[in-house]
């Protein structure tokens, strides 16, 4: 399984991006929870948003009113709608995704990411 992450790009503050993450692959899998992650450069990797399968949603409080999560199951994707971008938002995005993939005949918990999306917010 693969998580394609796209969408990112060079905006100014107050502009808007919305980030795209789609997941394929050869076996049997359903997706349960999926989110978006960022690392900013000298920070770790911390949480922006997540969703679970019936579409429930958390935010991270620094980002909450401005970005929107959401996900599309038929199409196995999860997007980010990001509005009011500031510069502090400026980081490499992942999609992340937990999933019950089959396997030798049974279902697996699983988790993958995607390769990142770099976002530059200038001010």
């Known amino acids: 399984v693969q998580l394609q992450a796209s969408g990112g790009g060079l905006v100014q503050a107050g502009d808007s991006l919305r980030l795209s993450c789609v997941a394929s692959?050869?076996?049997?899998?359903?997706?349960?929870?999926m989110a978006w992650f960022r690392e900013a450069p000298g920070r770790e990797r911390e949480s922006v948003a997540n969703i679970d399968y019936a579409g429930r949603t958390n935010y991270d409080p620094s980002v909450n009113g401005r970005f929107t999560i959401s996900r599309d199951n038929a199409k196995k994707a999860v997007y980010l709608q990001m509005n009011a971008l500031k510069p502090e938002d400026t980081a490499v995005y992942y999609c992340?995704?937990?999933?019950?993939?089959?396997?030798?005949?049974?279902?697996?918990?699983?988790?993958?990411w995607g390769q990142g999306t770099l976002v530059t917010v200038s001010s």
């Open positions: 992340m995704a937990d999933l019950n993939e089959k396997m030798y005949g049974r279902y697996f918990q699983t988790q993958y």
């Open positions: 692959g050869t076996r049997d899998f359903n997706i349960q929870d």
